[in-house]
């Protein structure tokens, strides 16, 4: 049974592998992927513990993927999913010029996009689609509406 997203659905997880491709191209490049503060790595997911709050879901953790002696390096930290508008977006702290983390936009959820507020219901799976500036946090080698992987949203009751 489906639970709404009304602030009673505490103790939820983003079970999400990002894109499994980039997964395996910073291992075949004998690269790193460094998960941290309180996320957890499961097979192919990544896993962040959360809940609601406000209008969306907010979860805790990060991950990092180094490869190439630093020249590929990507942090990803407590994603969230939050309205925009119409539109329901994945949205990440990571750092950008400077090294300042700031929040940003990572992916929109087209499929979501067509649910009013009140009948999103856990659990729930999704496929997200990179934005611009997801696009430039993976260093502009995906262009913007590529599909990442399916990310979950469970409860862990």
Do not use: N
């Amino acid at each position: 049974m489906a639970e709404m997203l009304d602030g009673s659905a505490a103790g939820l997880q983003l079970a999400w592998p990002i894109k499994r491709s980039f997964q395996d191209y910073v291992a075949d490049a004998d690269g790193e992927i460094e998960v941290r503060d309180g996320a957890a790595r499961t097979g192919h997911d990544f896993v962040f513990p959360g809940g609601p709050s406000g209008e969306g879901l907010h979860f805790t953790g990060a991950v990092s993927f180094r490869a190439h002696e630093g020249m590929l390096s990507v942090d990803l930290a407590d994603p969230a999913i939050e309205r925009l508008g119409e539109a329901w977006i994945v949205t990440v702290l990571a750092p950008l010029s400077g090294g300042v983390a700031s929040r940003i936009e990572l992916a929109r959820l087209p499929d979501l996009a067509r649910l009013p507020d009140e009948v999103l219901g856990i659990p729930f799976a999704t496929q997200p689609r990179l934005s611009i500036l997801g696009v430039r946090l993976f260093g502009e080698v995906y262009q913007p509406g590529i599909a990442l992987d399916v990310l979950r949203v469970e409860s862990l009751r």
